[in-house]
């Protein structure tokens, strides 16, 4: 015979209800913990996220900073050819 059998039932009452009380506390603190794992690995991730776009955004303005806003995708071929090999604009683009 077990312990729990020689209690009174008040007793053995009183013990599964607290064993109850442990195993849903038990539940409930993984599932908050689980929630709270999540939040903090999507939160993680837009930072990243944020970081990488600012990032891009920096050097996109960097490139245009340093080329003075002059690109060679805009141009004909018949521009590119007219561009003298002395113009700093030459070098630029």
């Given at each position: 015979m077990s312990n729990f059998?020689?209690?009174?039932?008040?007793?053995q009452d009183g013990a599964a209800a607290a064993a109850e009380a442990s195993r849903q506390f038990t539940i409930e603190a993984w599932t908050l913990y689980g929630i709270g794992v999540v939040v903090t690995i999507l939160r993680t991730y837009a930072r990243a996220k944020a970081l990488f776009y600012t990032i891009q955004s920096t050097l996109a303005h960097s490139v245009g900073s340093i080329a003075?806003?002059?690109?060679?995708?805009?141009?004909?071929?018949?521009?590119?050819?007219?561009?003298?090999?002395?113009?700093?604009?030459?070098t630029l683009r």
């Open positions: 059998d020689l209690m009174d039932p008040a007793a003075r806003g002059l690109a060679n995708n805009g141009m004909s071929d018949e521009e590119r050819a007219a561009l003298s090999p002395d113009d700093p604009e030459y």
